[in-house]
C-alpha cells in the first residue's frame, strides 16, 4: 500500500517538476540577424530568465540549419574569437543576455537565407532536459 | 602558421608601441574615435584579388581614401556588425561635397572567400563596398603594416571553422598610406566626422 503510493507520489513528481522548472525558464528579445545572399552562417540572440533551480542551456537546433552550437566571444592576443561552450548557466534567478559581440547562438551549413520577416523554428534544451520550443523572428541587423 | 603568430604579436606590440608614441607626441587635437598615426605608414607592395576578380594592388589605394576592414564573410556576428558600421559612416559622407571615399571588407579567409563569395557579401552591405584577398603571404605584407592579426585553424576539420581576428577600422589616406586606426567598439557618427576632419585637414582637398 505504502509502497504504491510512494511509487504514485514518486511518479507525480518526476512528471510534475520538471514541467515547473520548465515553465520557470522564460525567453526574450529572440532574434536572428538577416544574412547576406550566400551566407553559411548566421546567429540568433535572445535572453533567458531562470526563475526556478539552477540549470543551464546546453544544446539549440533549428530545421534551419545543420548544426547550431553555443558561442562565446573571446578576445584575446588582439584577436576576436568565436568559441564553442558546452553550456550556458543559467542560475536561479539570473538571466543569460546572448547579445552580438558577446554569446551567441552559432548556426552552421545555413539551408536557407534568414530573410528580415521570417520566422526561425528554435528548440533549446536545458541541463534539466526540459526543452524550449518558440519562433525566432528574423531582423534586419544593418540598421540600428 | 605556428611561428607566424608570435611574430604577428610582436609586429602588433612594436605597431601599438609606435601608435602609442605618435599619437603622446602630436600637438594638434585628435579625432575622438581612434588613433591618427603621427606619420602615415607606406602600405608595402601587395597583389590582393577584388571582388571582381581583378588584380588588387597597393595603388588602388592612390586618390583617395579608404576604410578597411579585416574580417571573413563565414562570419556571423562581429563582421556584420562592423560592415554595417561603415556602411552607416559612408551614408553619412555620401552627402558631403568632394570626400571620395572607398570602403574595403579584407578577408583573411581566401580558402572560402572567393571574389564570386565576397561580391554578394560586401554589397549586401552597400552596393559601393569592395572585397579583396589573396594568399597569405600577400594578405600577411598588408596586414602587418595595419597591425592587424588573425589565425586560421591549420587543419579544420570540415568547411565550418572560424578565423580570429583583430577588428579595427584603417583608414588609408589618399596617398596610400596608413593614416588613422579605430578601435572596437565602433561609432558611426564619430568615425564619420573625424573622416570629414581628416579630409578637410588634406593638403591637396
Known sequence: MITTRSFVMLALATTLLPALCWADVTVEDAWARATPPGAKTAAIYLTLNNGGEDTALVAASTSFADKTELHTHVHADGMMRMEEVPAIDLPSGGTAVLKPHGDHLMLFGLRQGLEPGATVDLELTLENGRQLKLDVPVRDGRKR | ?205
Open chain 2, 1 to 205: 602558421m605556428s611561428t607566424r603568430i608570435p611574430l604577428l604579436l610582436a609586429a602588433l606590440g612594436a605597431f601599438a608601441l609606435g601608435l602609442w608614441f605618435a599619437f603622446s607626441l602630436h600637438p594638434e587635437p585628435e579625432p575622438t574615435g581612434g588613433y591618427v598615426l603621427d606619420q602615415p605608414r607606406a602600405l608595402p607592395a601587395f597583389e590582393l584579388v577584388d571582388e571582381q576578380g581583378r588584380t588588387f594592388s597597393s595603388e588602388d589605394f592612390q586618390g583617395h581614401w579608404s576604410v578597411l576592414y579585416f574580417g571573413f564573410t563565414y562570419c556571423p556576428d562581429i563582421c556584420p556588425n562592423a560592415l554595417s558600421v561603415m556602411a552607416q559612416v559612408k551614408g553619412t559622407l555620401d552627402d558631403v561635397d568632394g570626400l571620395d571615399d572607398r570602403y574595403y571588407l579584407v578577408s583573411v579567409d581566401p580558402d572560402r572567400d572567393t571574389p564570386e563569395r565576397l561580391a554578394e557579401y560586401v554589397t549586401y552591405f552597400d552596393p559601393a563596398f569592395h572585397g579583396v584577398t589573396g594568399d597569405f603571404a600577400q594578405l600577411d605584407l598588408i596586414t602587418r603594416a595595419a597591425g592587424a592579426v588573425y589565425k586560421v585553424p591549420e587543419a579544420p576539420e570540415d568547411e565550418n571553422y572560424l578565423v580570429a581576428h583583430s577588428s579595427t577600422l584603417t583608414v588609408i589616406d589618399p596617398e596610400g598610406r596608413i593614416h588613422a586606426i579605430f578601435t572596437s567598439p565602433f561609432d558611426p557618427r564619430t568615425i564619420a566626422r573625424d573622416l570629414e576632419r581628416l579630409d578637410e585637414g588634406w593638403p591637396s582637398s
